[in-house]
């Protein structure tokens, strides 16, 4: 596996892949009216292109040598700091894999790369959100260490979701 950073031709398979992702743990909660605002919003191609050249955006993409099989993007300044009294906190929006290819330590490169890119940046925290019914993703996050900080919402098309706001201070 590869780890490397997106450029903006990286922007059609991020795009794909993270709504992918999200469709395949998340579609069923959804409307369809709902989910198709939501994926518009976040993974349409340009949306995506404009986050790997925002300079507040961190985009790190794991290959298989053939495909985009993961990514997670950071931002700082965090989009949670005021929940928090780090001085400095980075947050992880996205942290995905391949539907089909969970489960082989393609998260947990990743994660490990975010923890330590944070540490590099000078950053004393890192934040996520996650959704208060995903109890596996909040397993893999406690095991790097995070805890939950917050009770915060979460917009999907006009439904408001419920998502726990995680933090680990580094």
């Not at 395949?24 to 050249?53: G, N, R």
């Not at 993409?61 to 495909?67: C, F, K, R, S, V």
């Not at 993961?70 to 989009?79: D, E, M, N, T």
Request: aromatic fraction near 12%; glycine fraction near 6%; charge should be negative.
């Amino acid at each position: 596996m590869i780890l490397r950073p997106a450029t903006t031709d990286d922007a059609p398979a991020l795009a794909k892949l993270g709504r992918e992702s999200f469709c395949a743990a998340f579609e069923h909660l959804y409307t369809d009216e709902d989910l198709q605002s939501f994926l518009t919003q976040v993974y349409d191609e340009q949306v995506v292109a404009d986050e790997i050249a925002d300079e507040t955006m961190i985009h790190r993409l794991a290959w298989d040598g053939e495909h985009l099989v993961g990514f997670v993007k950071l931002r700082a300044p965090s989009w949670y700091a005021e929940h928090s009294d780090a001085a400095n906190p980075i947050s992880l929006g996205q942290l995905y894999t391949d539907p089909a290819r969970t489960g082989e330590g393609i998260g947990a490169a990743l994660m490990d790369w975010a923890l330590s890119e944070a540490r590099v940046r000078g950053h004393d925290a890192m934040q996520l959100s996650v959704w208060s019914e995903n109890h596996g993703a909040q397993r893999f996050y406690a095991r790097y260490g995070f805890a939950k900080i917050a009770d915060i919402e979460f917009l999907v098309g006009t439904q408001v979701d419920d998502e726990f706001l995680f933090e680990r201070r580094l």
